[in-house]
């Protein structure tokens, strides 16, 4: 069966260090990888999207790498900051009009 | 600034109730989508809409049902609500450029408890 799996364990990092998420899936050939930060009570927000075609993808601090052959993405915040606590989900999409949510990784940075 | 507003950002209903969520985006999104987040299972697709008055099933819409009578309006109807129903449910637009990939634009969430 298609899942999307991301670390259910809270990842808790110094502030300054780099946060390295990740997100594997099987049983999927997605077109398009998204990541969101989600805040506790809120809906999640869109950070970066990154094309099966593409290999890395950066924003400011943040940095996505897309591996099909792994079936692997790794969400990386460098120079984190207390402010960058968060849950952050990976979606997947296939190219229809349908995108699959992980559960997320909770990440705690400490100052 | 795009908007995603939710008629209620907490509700306590009553087992049998019918409930009604609703959903308004002010960006001409054509898709629409209700999720339910529960904790450890991530966001569900209930329903989404590509267009007006057009609904198609998600992946748990047992229980459910949906309206889209204008395009930036999405309902989420729970025909008799019961317990397994409390969740917080999000809901969500996009643009449509063809592919259906575009990043969603999240509401605020209702935390809905059925008792």
């Known amino acids: 069966s298609q899942k999307i799996e991301q670390n259910s364990e809270a990842l808790n990092i110094q502030e300054g260090k780099t946060a390295t998420l990740t997100c594997n899936y099987t049983?999927?050939?997605?077109?398009?990888l998204q990541w969101y930060r989600q805040d506790p009570g809120r809906g999640p927000v869109f950070l970066l999207l990154i094309r099966e075609n593409e290999k890395e993808k950066r924003k400011e601090r943040l940095k996505v790498t897309f591996d099909t052959t792994l079936k692997q993405s790794l969400f990386h915040i460098t120079a984190s900051q207390p402010a960058d606590s968060a849950t952050y989900l990976c979606?997947?999409?296939?190219?229809?009009?349908?995108?699959?949510f992980g559960a997320g990784t909770r990440l705690f940075v400490k100052a | 600034d795009v908007k995603v507003t939710q008629s209620s950002r907490y509700l306590v209903k009553r087992t049998g109730e019918k409930v009604f969520l609703e959903c308004v985006q002010d960006?001409?999104?054509?898709?629409m989508f209700w999720y339910r987040q529960d904790p450890g299972l991530g966001l569900r697709l209930i329903y989404f809409?590509?267009?007006?008055?057009?609904?198609e099933k998600g992946d748990i819409p047992e229980g459910y049902s949906v309206s889209r009578e204008k395009k930036e309006r999405f309902s989420l109807i729970l025909e008799s609500a019961s317990t397994n129903q409390t969740s917080m449910y999000l809901c969500?637009?996009?643009?449509?450029?063809?592919?259906?990939?575009?990043?969603?634009?999240f509401g605020p969430g209702t935390r809905l408890t059925v008792t």
């Open positions: 969500a637009s996009s643009t449509n450029t063809g592919t259906g990939n575009n990043e969603q634009y």
């Open positions: 960006m001409d999104h054509e898709n």
């Open positions: 979606a997947l999409s296939t190219g229809g009009f349908k995108t699959i």
């Open positions: 809409s590509y267009d007006v008055k057009m609904k």
């Open positions: 049983n999927y050939s997605p077109a398009y």
